[in-house]
């Protein structure tokens, strides 16, 4: 088995989404990123401890619930590759961690985990200090822009598939200001890939239930009723006029359509947004239409893919949007 089959072999080892959360990950990344609250564990392909100078574009690419960074790290790297742009792109997969990955592989105590999926959300962190899993992106983001680091960062694009798509799509939409990127002229760019539900902005949804069994629909993570403490201070309305003033792509697979795939989310609340991945995408990009006619963000469909992070990423169309000119 070459190396490649290999990356691709560990996306299909672990079909239930739930073996991970119990079980822990059989891989954990090599790399660390420091933060005041402990260490962020990660992947890189490249090393940036030292400058980078011939980087001019970041990608950080966020795993879905099996917390199998590796295998995204390398989906980037292969992507970048398949663009020509290998040599020019930094791929950072960070990793988050939690109790069981912990357990399983000995870990020590100054590695950050959370609440088993609660990353997703951007809760904050139970060990060793609390810090948002979005703040953890934060401070990727602003060790990005350090120019004595990447003196030709152009671009930072944050992507994510499946329960990473979840992550992108809700820190674009309560995610901090960067204004040091912005004085450096480096663009930030967010690609969310078949996600299994969305933030609204209001209780409106595509499909008619009854809202009374279903009491938490609107909460956060569906909705903005009850934010986390990331996003406090910020009104709704605030926070949807910077999502929709963000470059945003939905990178959805024409083949996501199971509506009984084993990762994909059954609670009401996700159902009221669709019946399965492709039409919840469909929904969600029609509702910011018509709630903002001059919408500039764009859908794009994967031909012949379903729920496949690294085929979403490696296709012509997910190097177009990852690598846009």
Request: aromatic residues 8%; glycine residues 10%.
């Amino acid at each position: 088995m070459n190396k490649r089959s290999g990356w691709l072999l560990g996306l299909l080892l672990i079909t239930s989404p739930t073996w991970a959360a119990e079980h822990g990950v059989k891989e954990v990344s090599p790399d660390r990123f420091h933060l005041e609250s402990g260490d962020l564990s990660l992947g890189l392909s490249q090393d940036w401890r030292q400058p980078l100078p011939q980087v001019t574009r970041a990608l950080i690419i966020v795993h879905g619930r099996l917390r199998n960074a590796q295998t995204y790290l390398q989906s980037g790297v292969e992507a970048a590759e398949r663009a020509g742009l290998g040599s020019t792109t930094l791929v950072i997969a960070p990793q988050f961690l939690n109790a069981s990955d912990v357990k399983r592989n000995h870990l020590d105590d100054r590695l950050l985990r959370w609440n088993g999926n609660d990353w997703m959300a951007g809760a904050p962190s139970t060990g060793p200090g609390q810090i948002s899993s979005y703040a953890a992106l934060d401070q990727i983001i602003e060790h990005l822009g350090n120019r004595q680091r990447f003196p030709a960062l152009k671009e930072i694009v944050v992507a994510g598939h499946s329960g990473g798509g979840q992550v992108v799509q809700r820190f674009a939409l309560i995610g901090h200001d960067h204004p040091t990127l912005q004085t450096e002229g480096i663009r930030l760019r967010y690609v969310v890939a078949n996600p299994s539900s969305y933030a609204y902005f209001s209780p409106a949804r595509p499909v008619t239930f009854d809202a009374a069994s279903c009491p938490g629909f609107n909460d956060w993570k569906y909705g903005l009723q009850h934010l986390p403490a990331y996003a406090k201070g910020q009104s709704a309305e605030r926070l949807e006029q910077a999502y929709v003033s963000r470059d945003i792509t939905y990178l959805l697979g024409q083949q996501d359509t199971d509506p009984n795939h084993p990762a994909l989310d059954k609670s009401c609340a996700a159902e009221a947004q669709g019946a399965y991945r492709l039409i919840r995408g469909h929904y969600y990009f029609d509702d910011l239409q018509q709630r903002h006619p001059q919408l500039r963000q764009t859908l794009v469909e994967v031909p012949g893919v379903g729920h496949n992070g690294d085929g979403m990423f490696t296709s012509p169309e997910g190097q177009k949007v990852l690598f846009a000119k």
